[in-house]
């Protein structure tokens, strides 16, 4: 039985070029991080954000409302330190603090933020039940839990995927079809079930068509009240 292909530094290299040069696959990724902040409920405030999973911080710049505190979580030092060198000195109000957390059990009090963002992420993380409620806790009464999720595998992200990034990826040597196939670990079918079965108030949005259909769209976005 042959080894699993080696891919952590490439798999990252690619992932950071489709999220931030104009490939159609960066427009649509691009536009999942704008979406999720154009479709919070106007007025709201969050004085403490946790952000989870936040790479080298590819959200950050789309988010608008004002905050004390921001904090960005992953767990990959290296990619926190390209984060706080691209954002640290861009700040006009507020702080922003990099930290190493493993998204699935957060070292932080019971009800000590507004809000956590967590972008691409779910898919990647084994018991979603189990993680929605580790950031269910961390979030305040009356808080907000914003998701982005890919519709994989859905056919028109299936579609997606297969002409743009996999092409490119396969075009460096990456493995691509096993590196998903390890990575999204959850479907989309299965996260939304559990999304709305164990949250009271949740705000859907589907893109591009807002049909609420895995199979007619690429990303789902939920803002959930907690």
């Given amino acids: 039985m042959r080894d699993a292909p080696s891919y952590e530094l490439s798999y990252i290299q690619s992932y950071d070029t489709n999220n931030t040069e104009r490939t159609l696959a960066g427009s649509f990724l691009q536009m999942s991080h704008r979406l999720l902040e154009k479709t919070l409920p106007k007025g ?21 409302h004002s905050f004390r505190q921001y904090v960005m979580t992953d767990s990959n030092n290296a990619m926190l330190e390209i984060a706080s060198r691209k954002y640290s000195s861009q700040l006009t109000g507020g702080s922003l603090i990099t930290e190493m957390q493993n998204a699935t059990e957060l070292a932080y009090p019971d009800h000590s933020f507004d809000r956590l963002i967590a972008t691409h992420v779910l898919e990647h993380l084994p018991n979603p039940v189990n993680v929605l409620r580790e950031w269910n806790r961390v979030v305040r009464a009356d808080g907000t839990i914003s998701i982005v999720l890919p519709c994989d595998p859905g056919m028109l992200w299936r579609l997606g995927r297969h002409l743009g990034p996999r092409r490119n990826a396969m075009k460096l040597g990456i493995a691509y079809d096993y590196l998903q196939a390890a990575e999204h670990i959850n479907s989309i079918f299965n996260l939304v079930v559990f999304i709305r079965h164990h949250f009271e108030t949740v705000s859907e949005f589907w893109y591009p068509s807002r049909i609420p259909a895995p199979d007619l769209n690429l990303f789902y976005i939920c803002h959930i009240k907690t």
């Avoid at 405030?45 to 988010?63: K, M, N, Q, T, W």
């Fill in 44 to 64: 709201c405030v969050y004085d403490r954000v946790l952000e989870v999973g936040a790479g080298s911080g590819h959200h950050f710049p789309y988010v608008k």
